[in-house]
Nanobody, 124 residues
C-alpha cells in the first residue's frame, strides 16, 4: 500500500508562486506515474498534470500550461508541482496520485493511490 502525502499548500497572492510536494514515506516513485489533480469548492475534480513512470511523458491541462511544471527529485524521492503566476481560479485542494508502471499518462489517467490533499488559496 502506497501512502502519498502532499505538502506546500497555503495562502498566496495572485501572481505569486507555490511549490507542492508529493512523497511516499521514503519510497522511490520512479516506477510510478504521478498525477496532480485539484478540486475547487462546488466543482468537479480536475486533472492538472501527469508525469509518467521511468522518464515517460509529462502532460498539463490547458488551464495551467506554461505556468505549472512537474519535476522529480530522485534522490529525495519527491515529486514537485511548481506553480507560478497563480490566479484566483487556481484555488483548490490539490491531490497527488500514483499508478505503478504507467509509462504513458494523460491528465485524465486513473490512479490507484491518492494523497489526502493540500489546500491552495490564491487571494489578495
Amino acid at each position: 500500500q502506497l501512502q502519498l502525502v502532499e505538502s506546500g499548500g497555503g495562502l498566496v497572492q495572485p501572481g505569486k508562486s507555490l511549490r507542492l510536494s508529493c512523497t511516499a514515506s521514503g519510497i522511490s516513485l520512479d516506477d510510478y506515474a504521478i498525477g496532480w489533480f485539484r478540486q475547487a469548492p462546488g466543482k468537479e475534480r480536475e486533472g492538472v498534470s501527469c508525469s509518467a513512470a521511468r522518464g515517460g511523458n509529462t502532460e498539463y491541462a490547458d488551464s495551467v500550461k506554461g505556468r505549472f511544471a512537474v519535476s522529480r527529485d530522485k534522490a529525495k524521492k519527491v515529486v514537485y508541482l511548481q506553480m507560478n503566476n497563480l490566479k484566483p481560479e487556481d484555488t483548490a485542494v490539490y491531490y497527488c496520485a500514483a499508478e505503478r508502471n504507467l509509462r504513458l499518462c494523460q491528465t485524465w489517467s486513473t490512479y490507484e493511490y491518492w494523497g489526502q490533499g493540500t489546500e491552495v488559496t490564491v487571494s489578495s
